[in-house]
C-alpha cells in the first residue's frame, strides 16, 4: 500500500506556471507507476499525464502536451507535475494516483489503486 500526498496548487493568472508534488510513503515507490488526473467542475475526471516505474516513459494527454511535464525522483519518493502556459481551462482539482505493477501507464482512473486527496489550481484571465 502507498499513501499519497499533493501539494503545490494555487491561483495563478493566464500564461504563469505551477510545479505540483505528490510526496508517496508506504510500499516500494518505484514499483509503481504514478499519473496525474484532475477533476474540473461539472466535468468527469480526466488523465493529464503519466510516467512508468523508472521515469524512463511518459504520456500526455493531448490537451496539456508542450505545457506540462512529469517527472518522479525514486530516490526521494516524489512525484512532480510541472504546468507551463496554464490556461482558464486548466482549472481543477489535480490528483495524484499510483499502480501497481509499474510496467505500462493507463489513461483509465480505474487502473490505478491508489489516490491523493487533491490539489486545487485555479487559473484566472
Known amino acids: 500500500q502507498v499513501q499519497l500526498v499533493e501539494s503545490g496548487g494555487g491561483l495563478v493568472q493566464a500564461g504563469g506556471?505551477?510545479?505540483?508534488?505528490?510526496?508517496a510513503s508506504g510500499h516500494t515507490f518505484s514499483s509503481y507507476t504514478m499519473a496525474w488526473f484532475r477533476?474540473?467542475?461539472?466535468?468527469?475526471?480526466?488523465?493529464?499525464?503519466?510516467?512508468?516505474?523508472s521515469g524512463g516513459t511518459t504520456y500526455y494527454a493531448n490537451s496539456v502536451?508542450?505545457?506540462f511535464t512529469?517527472?518522479?525522483?525514486?530516490?526521494?519518493?516524489?512525484?512532480?507535475?510541472?504546468?507551463?502556459?496554464?490556461?482558464?481551462?486548466?482549472?481543477a482539482v489535480y490528483y495524484c494516483a499510483a499502480e501497481w505493477p509499474g510496467l505500462t501507464i493507463s489513461e483509465l482512473?480505474?487502473?490505478?489503486?491508489?489516490?491523493?486527496?487533491?490539489?486545487?489550481?485555479?487559473v484566472s484571465s
Request: hydrophobic fraction near 35%; aromatic fraction near 10%.
Open 17 to 23: 506556471s505551477l510545479r505540483l508534488s505528490c510526496a
Open 39 to 53: 477533476l474540473a467542475a461539472g466535468k468527469k475526471r480526466e488523465f493529464v499525464a503519466g510516467i512508468n516505474w
Open 65 to 67: 502536451k508542450g505545457r
Open 70 to 91: 512529469i517527472s518522479r525522483t525514486n530516490v526521494n519518493n516524489t512525484l512532480y507535475l510541472q504546468l507551463s502556459s496554464l490556461k482558464p481551462e486548466d482549472t
Open 109 to 122: 482512473d480505474v487502473a490505478y489503486q491508489y489516490w491523493g486527496q487533491g490539489t486545487q489550481v485555479t
